[in-house]
């Protein structure tokens, strides 16, 4: 990339939302928004998670509005590990849909029309199989599968658990490592289903995302032409669905692990900032 180029094109910083902007599944707190403000006036700022485009608009509505007011700045929200796409449109003053993939689609071209169908029986006797041998965790809620276009969301506690029955579980998957089982398992099933080129990430505390090969997050990237990007996440170790984007962009000294929403902000503060400046002023 030519020092021209450079100088026109704002660098691009990409945050993972739960457990690095926000606390899982609560809203954006205003603490951080002052140095988002701040970042977008030299930079785009994107979002990529693993939830879909309502979870994330509602969790980080105080972002949008603070920064849309903002001359020249925007934020990109890239839904389902990026393989969806949404910019904000000033002419209808909402948020656009620009760039979708869809799994079942992809799915029947490659297989017969019946093998989303063995997918979702696989992951429920899987959901039966974890319900059976911890009998006595009673915090159950509703919502354990999600589709979500581009993937598969699974959730052995259900989606719409409370903060109560979410913290319930995280303790119980720490102690038996509770995903980690059902995804060697599931792991099994899909390989006999001849389903070798659909992965899966642990995604946030409570659910597991379940994708084609390649459809990770560093499929956001496709999104960012030939720019300098930055990336901040909280699961960015192996089987975490930040680690494959993590790990691309380290090897460039471009990512960063956050332990929460303080520490992002230490990491745009200190790190990134003074980076992104020294490119685009």
């Excluded at 403000?37 to 998670?49: K, Y």
């Amino acid at each position: 990339m030519t020092k021209t180029k450079r100088a026109t094109e704002k660098p691009v910083v990409l945050f993972d939302l739960d457990g690095t902007l926000t606390p899982p599944r609560k809203s954006i707190e205003w603490s951080i928004v002052p140095v988002l403000r701040m970042l977008a006036r030299c930079a785009d700022v994107g979002i990529v998670s693993g939830s879909p485009f309502a979870y994330i608009q509602e969790q980080g509505a105080l972002m949008w509005n603070s920064i849309s007011s903002l001359p020249g700045a925007s934020v990109i929200i890239m839904p389902c590990n990026g393989t969806q796409l949404f910019r904000w449109s000033s002419r209808e003053q909402q948020f656009t849909r620009r760039y979708e993939l869809d799994f079942k689609s992809h799915l029947n071209d490659t297989n017969d029309a019946s093998v989303y169908k063995k997918l979702v029986r696989s992951i429920l006797e899987l959901q039966l199989q974890f319900m059976d041998e911890h009998a006595d965790f009673m915090d159950l809620a509703g919502n354990f599968l999600s589709y979500r276009g581009s993937m598969v969301n699974w959730s052995p506690i259900g989606r719409d658990a409370k903060s109560t029955e979410r913290a319930a579980f995280e303790e119980l998957d720490r102690q038996k490592n509770v995903r980690d089982e059902l995804c060697t398992e599931l792991r099994v099933r899909l390989d006999a289903l001849g389903l070798t080129d659909v992965v899966f990430a642990l995604g946030g505390v409570t659910s597991i995302d379940i994708y084609p090969l390649g459809w990770d997050k560093t499929h956001a990237l496709n999104h960012c032409s030939d720019r300098e990007v930055w990336f901040v996440g909280d699961k960015c170790d192996p089987g975490g669905n930040d680690h494959s984007i993590w790990k691309k962009l380290n090897e460039k000294g471009r990512a960063y692990v956050t332990s929460g929403p303080m520490e992002t902000k230490r990491i745009i503060e200190e790190e990134i900032l003074p980076a992104v400046r020294a490119i685009h002023g």
